[in-house]
């Protein structure tokens, strides 16, 4: 079946940086939606950011606009969350998901998820 796999979470300091990577089984196609969302605890999961599978096109949350970066290699099946500037409140366990039909935003159209990796921003 469809595995999204991340790596790259880690504790990093408020202004640093880090690079989540999703790598997907051959089953995901590239002609699916991938996108970031996130959850800290307590809170519900919110979206970070998609690209589509089709033209490439990116979407950010507001809250991550200018500091994080969202990228594809369709040759890996893999994408990439670059994620700069960091702040304590970006903490959070970060997944990976895709789907063949849906909304970028919508967290129930999202069909394959990933395990999640922890990112910890200190002050």
């Known amino acids: 079946q469809v595995q999204l796999v991340e790596s790259g979470g880690g504790l990093v300091q408020a202004g640093g940086s880090l690079r989540l990577s999703c790598a997907a089984s051959?089953?995901?196609?590239?002609?699916?939606?991938k996108g970031w969302f996130r959850q800290a605890p307590g809170k519900e999961r919110e979206f970070v950011a998609a690209?589509?599978?089709?033209?490439?096109?990116?979407y950010y949350a507001d809250s991550v606009k200018g500091r994080f970066t969202i990228s594809r290699d369709n040759a890996k099946n893999t994408m990439y969350l670059q994620m700069n500037s960091l702040k304590p409140e970006d903490t959070a366990v970060y997944y990976c998901?895709?789907?063949?039909?849906?909304?970028?935003?919508?967290?129930?159209?999202?069909?394959?998820w990933g395990q999640g990796t922890q990112v910890t921003v200190s002050t």
């Open positions: 051959e089953r995901a196609s590239t002609l699916y939606t």
């Open positions: 998901a895709a789907y063949n039909r849906g909304s970028y935003d919508n967290t129930d159209d999202y069909n394959y």
């Open positions: 690209i589509t599978g089709i033209g490439t096109r990116t």
